[in-house]
């Protein structure tokens, strides 16, 4: 690497060099051949739920790319984004925008890859809501011209269970989960984002199509392959094991988009969002192929032909494409309906957490009593008292108390990061020393709660820029003006 002077340009090197061996996501999901930008996808309707502004890199989508958005007076609006005048990126609809690129961008060639969107040729309705009662009523309005935009897809980028986190609750209560109602009945696909940190608990229903990920270097190679860390997998609210499939978790490339400069020709988008968009771009992509096909075939076809990460104990599979089709006419002629029935040994651990919810909810189980809880078996308990019952430390005692527990939980059931999403609630300045010490494990978690910490109490401290690499190497690189801040203070 050349000699650099300061640590931010230092990752922008990093990045760089990825930039130059990333394969294209295509490859990496197992297509055959690059996505025609005329053909794949065409006449398949996808709503999303993530925000959108007029812009360079979307005016190709003209008459195919709309925004609905819902007043509060209920009144629906529907904006031809790519017809208005392009406005600047801002950092709001960063999220969205890379969201749709990986689905929509036009082709661009780099180092004999071409690069280019999933299905540029789809049509894209943009729901720009993030309340349930405005979702359903957005979803309502959009799907009474259903048949005007032959939608069949709703990706949905709510990942569960941030409202209430650590609850466990039958998943037709979640508020979100009723919002998409209007979409289900309609006969849509809904792909969802899983989640980006092992502390979730209560997880997405068996109705939606529920997408992890897993850290593929960038690379289709399978050796190269393995689970990433702040993926969760486990149980939802009715005892089903999610989620149902994998895609590639980091360093999805999509035209540059990021408020800030550089001279990188490539954003990498990643987190179960970037993973949702990538599995939701596959099925449009057979849909339109395969117009016969229905949503329990198409689930069936993708959940059951696809590859186990090597050397993981991971019951879902990576997507593969091509291995898909291949099973396209077994799939079709499948008589089984696609389920997923609830693991015997699940339900117990379901139903004592659910409890333990309503018990807290109702305001009939101590403090001195949710302690005592911490001694069940399970980490679906545990963590629904940790984050749902506990919650914050009510004192200093408490404090040192859940930096003891934080110590001593295990890493890979996400119990520890439970423990240190609730002490960054009202962290102290004078925790410093021991926030910075973190640094040390080179964890992609614990260092983005580092981050918030320092955002939380020190304005002077270098920003930690985040990017979904576990790579020690990487997170190392990304905290060391950080740490010369930290020795300099």
Not at 10 to 17: A, G, Q, R, S, Y
Not at 294 to 315: F, H, T
Not at 327 to 340: E, T
């Amino acid at each position: 690497m050349e000699k650099l002077t300061d640590n931010q340009s230092k990752v922008e090197v990093w990045l760089k060099d990825m930039e130059r061996r990333v394969e294209p996501t295509w490859k990496r999901l197992g297509l055959p051949e690059a996505p025609d930008v005329m053909e794949s996808g065409r006449e398949i309707g996808i709503i999303i739920l993530d925000n959108i502004i007029p812009h360079k890199l979307v005016q190709h989508l003209e008459g195919r790319l709309k925004q609905v958005k819902v007043a509060e007076d209920g009144s629906v609006s529907c904006l031809d984004v790519a017809s208005e005048e392009p406005q600047p990126m801002n950092g709001a609809v960063e999220h969205g925008m890379m969201t749709l690129q990986l689905l929509s961008h036009l082709p661009i060639e780099m180092n004999g890859h071409s690069h280019v969107g999933l299905i540029p040729a789809a049509t894209f309705i943009m729901l720009s809501e993030y309340e349930p009662k405005k979702i359903e009523e957005g979803l309502t309005w959009i799907l009474e011209r259903q048949e005007e935009w032959n939608v069949q897809i709703l990706l949905n980028l709510m990942v569960p269970n941030t409202r209430e986190m650590g609850a466990m609750k039958l998943t037709a209560e979640d508020p979100l989960v009723q919002a998409m109602q209007p979409a289900l009945q309609a006969g849509l696909l809904i792909v969802a984002a899983n989640g980006n940190t092992l502390a979730h608990n209560n997880l997405h229903p068996s109705d939606f199509l529920v997408v992890g990920g897993y850290d593929d270097c960038g690379a289709s190679d399978p050796q190269l392959h393995r689970r990433h860390s702040a993926v969760p997998w486990g149980m939802n609210g009715d005892g089903n094991v999610r989620p149902d499939v994998l895609a590639p978790f980091s360093y999805l490339p999509v035209p540059y988009c990021e408020v800030k400069s550089s001279q990188r020709v490539f954003s990498f988008f990643g987190g179960s969002c970037g993973a949702a968009a990538l599995v939701t771009g596959v099925c449009a992509k057979l849909l339109a192929r395969y117009p016969e096909l229905d949503v329990q075939s198409l689930k069936r076809m993708l959940v059951q032909n696809g590859d186990l990460l090597l050397n993981e104990a991971i019951p879902a599979m990576k997507i593969n494409f091509s291995k898909a089709v291949e099973k396209m006419g077994i799939v079709l002629r499948g008589q089984d309906p696609y389920s997923i029935a609830p693991e015997k040994e699940s339900v117990a651990v379901v139903m004592r957490a659910r409890t333990l919810t309503e018990l807290i909810e109702e305001k009939k189980i101590t403090r001195e009593e949710l302690w005592q809880q911490l001694n069940d078996e399970s980490p679906v308990v545990r963590k629904t008292v940790i984050s749902y019952g506990l919650k914050a430390p009510m004192n200093e005692l408490e404090r040192k108390k859940y930096w003891d527990y934080f110590r001593t939980s295990q890493r890979e059931d996400g119990e520890r990061i439970a423990w240190l999403y609730q002490l960054l609630i009202n962290a102290p300045s004078g925790e410093l020393d021991q926030w910075m010490e973190l640094l040390n494990e080179q964890e992609l978690e614990i260092t983005l709660c580092v981050k918030i910490y320092l955002g939380m109490n020190f304005s002077d401290a270098p920003e930690i820029p985040y990017h979904p690499d576990p790579d020690p190497e990487f997170i190392a690189l990304t905290t060391n003006s950080v740490l010369d801040w930290y020795k300099e203070k």
